[in-house]
């Protein structure tokens, strides 16, 4: 069942940059930690950021590092994924996730079993 909407994938050329946002109406994202991933073709689904729900300490892997930022805006209910540079690697469907009351400093990153809801995800494809 669907519980998180994302929204802003497309198509993009290589170098250019897309804004991803993950919503969800009836509760507020503010008491979650909300995770991206991806899955490319042929490839098993991986975590490339987080952002907590304590703090808003973010998580980034190396792959998207100094690329991409995580944000939240609580008035409209909704975490981003800001995505520069991208290349035609970045091809993928991606995901996001959310997890109740999860502290990255304390806790870690969160497992993907751990997170209480996901999205069906928005397609992303880099190309010229």
């Known amino acids: 069942q669907v519980q998180l909407v994302e929204s802003g994938g497309g198509l993009v050329q290589p170098g250019g940059s897309l804004r991803l946002s993950c919503a969800r109406a009836?509760?507020?994202?503010?008491?979650?930690?909300v995770g991206w991933f991806r899955q490319a073709p042929g490839k098993e689904r991986e975590v490339i950021s987080c952002?907590?729900?304590?703090?808003?300490?973010?998580y980034y892997a190396e792959s998207v590092k100094g690329r991409t930022t995580i944000s939240r805006d609580n008035a409209k209910n909704t975490v981003y994924l800001q995505m520069n540079s991208l290349k035609p690697e970045d091809t993928a469907v991606y995901y996001c996730?959310?997890?109740?009351?999860?502290?990255?400093?304390?806790?870690?990153?969160?497992?993907?079993?751990?997170?209480?809801?996901w999205g069906q995800g928005t397609q992303v494809t880099v190309s010229s």
């Open positions: 996730a959310a997890v109740h009351s999860w502290n990255l400093a304390t806790m870690g990153l969160p497992r993907e079993n751990d997170y209480d809801y």
């Open positions: 009836g509760f507020s994202l503010a008491y979650y930690a």
């Open positions: 952002i907590d729900s304590v703090d808003d300490i973010t």
